[in-house]
């Protein structure tokens, strides 16, 4: 059990520009979840895949955010014609399969901060 | 819809003194309740949960959190803080698929 991984660890892009971060889940979790935090904010929720399913995305993934997880393991987001406003840390977080005693604790990674110049 | 609030942006407290960090919920239903913590350019680290069973959760590092259903909290606790648990601390109440955190609490342990 490695942890949940993302990269890139910092971006820095110009407005304008389209980016694309990536998150490895902890291995055999099904479930995988993507947030955006702001200074001085808890993070919030954007969007979770169970398998390659993407079964709920907050009103804040607006329609220049999509993420998509094709086989069921790795995730990427991606930001097209990013703004100032999207500067923050992007987090990503997995949880274990449903089952018996499942209580979807999420286990988060180290998140990938963006900054919009 | 689910929510929590931490009502302190800051607590501060000296190291071997006990600490609390405030947490109070607004849910429909059962609530599945959760803290983490957070250190300096790094993601959130799973502290301890609240399902179901005894109110007095037990948690990593020596955390615990009671839950209280009539005060709708839940705070956590540790008996004697360290410097190492300087930090930030999360909330959170599970709505759905997702968690909806509160704004955090900075504990400032003072050596």
């Known amino acids: 059990d490695t942890g949940v991984s993302q990269n890139p660890r910092h971006k820095i892009t110009k407005r304008g520009q389209n980016v694309t971060f990536r998150c490895d889940p902890i291995?055999?979790?099904?479930?995988l979840y993507w947030y955006r935090q702001t200074l001085g904010q808890g993070p919030e929720f954007l969007t979770y895949f169970q398998n390659e399913a993407q079964l709920e995305k907050s009103r804040l993934l607006s329609d220049r955010f999509s993420a998509e997880r094709p086989k069921g393991s790795f995730s990427t987001l991606e930001i097209q014609r990013t703004e100032q406003g999207d500067s923050a840390m992007y987090l990503c977080?997995?949880?274990?399969?449903?089952?018996?005693?499942?209580?979807?604790?999420?286990?988060f990674g180290p998140g990938t901060r963006l900054t919009v110049l | 819809a689910q929510s929590v609030a931490q009502p302190e942006d800051q607590v501060n407290v000296a190291e071997g003194n006990p600490l609390t960090v405030k947490c109070t919920y607004s849910v429909s239903g059962n609530p599945y309740l959760f803290w983490y913590v957070q250190y300096p350019n790094r993601g959130l680290q799973f502290l301890l949960k609240?399902?179901?069973?005894?109110?007095l959760v037990k948690g990593s590092y020596g955390f615990e959190a009671e839950f209280n259903k009539s005060q709708t909290s839940f705070h956590l606790k540790k008996p004697s803080a360290l410097v190492s648990d300087s930090a930030l601390y999360f909330c959170a109440v599970r709505s759905s698929g997702a968690l909806v955190f509160g704004k955090g609490t900075r504990l400032s342990v003072i050596a």
């Open positions: 291995s055999e979790h099904n479930r």
């Open positions: 977080a997995s949880s274990p399969n449903p089952g018996p005693g499942w209580t979807d604790t999420q286990y």
């Open positions: 609240y399902i179901t069973g005894d109110n």
